[in-house]
């Protein structure tokens, strides 16, 4: 059985930083590129990193760009999400996905709908 699990959310003021996890198990993920995902109260589910299968390849959101960084360990199975100054509107619940895909561009990265497994999720507060 695959399944994501992410960890590392948390309350948190603002301009502080957090770091996500998110550990896969049931089956290597070294074909399958990454995304972090994130839904607001009241707001559909958007778009936040993806990382390609390689790990040669990052995409960001507008919203995160050069205050989020993704990375992924192959080897651990893991995808961390490291979050540096922290905004009360990123408060959010925080899922990963993966989907098995030699393709590497922000236009498929970045639609859920292209992923084939998610996380249950994981609350990230950010206070002013």
């Known amino acids: 059985q695959v399944q994501l699990v992410e960890s590392g959310g948390g309350l948190v003021t603002a301009g502080g930083s957090l770091r996500l996890s998110c550990a896969g198990s049931g089956r290597t993920f070294r074909s399958y590129a990454r995304g972090w995902f994130r839904q607001a109260p009241g707001k559909e589910r958007e778009f936040v990193a993806a990382?390609?299968?390689?790990?040669?390849?990052?995409y960001y959101a507008d919203s995160v760009e050069g205050r989020f960084t993704i990375s992924r360990d192959s080897a651990k199975n893991t995808v961390d999400l490291q979050m540096n100054s922290l905004k009360p509107e990123d408060t959010a619940v925080y899922y990963c996905a993966a989907r098995i895909s030699y393709v590497s561009a922000m236009g498929v990265l970045s639609s859920e709908r292209r992923y084939d497994y998610w996380g249950q999720g994981t609350q990230v507060t950010v206070s002013s």
């Open positions: 990382i390609s299968w390689s790990g040669g390849n990052t």
